[in-house]
């Protein structure tokens, strides 16, 4: 559960969904490709990761979605808010080291494209 700055819990304000696809960070004028995110939200995303990005670093992200031959992406600006290093022992064993984003800006298409991906990959309410 994410704490605050006094250390007490702070229930999420967006559900996340387990969400696995790819993901491009601009960085310093580069693209770097992360292969596995772990989870989403109308917030942000958890990267999965042995090298995460270093805290309070900002770029421009693409999601890139595909649905048979259609691709499509999501495409924002994100914020490193979160990171979970190898070494901190703080990895759990299903998400793994990495970092999270949280996106600060998306393009309106974008917004509605992530929404219906929630939407559509809401747990069934049997699961939880």
Do not use: C
């Not at 994410?2 to 960085?27: D, L, M």
């Not at 999601?63 to 290093?85: D, F, H, Q, T």
Request: overall charge positive; hydrophobic content about 35%.
């Amino acid at each position: 559960m994410k704490k605050n700055s006094g250390g007490k819990a702070v229930k999420r304000t967006r559900n996340r969904v387990p969400f696995t696809t790819e993901i491009v960070v601009n960085h310093e004028g580069k693209a770097l490709v992360y292969k596995r995110t772990h989870d989403i939200s109308m917030n942000g995303v958890f990267v999965s990761t042995a090298k995460p990005l270093k805290m309070g670093v900002k770029g421009e992200f693409s999601i890139i979605l595909s649905a048979g031959m259609r691709k499509e992406k999501i495409n924002g600006m994100y914020e490193v808010v979160r990171i979970i290093s190898v070494d901190d022992g703080l990895s759990d064993p299903k998400t793994g080291p990495g970092m999270g984003l949280k996106f600060t800006g998306l393009e309106p298409e974008s917004s509605e494209l992530l929404y219906n991906l929630i939407q559509h990959n809401q747990p069934d309410e049997d699961e939880e």
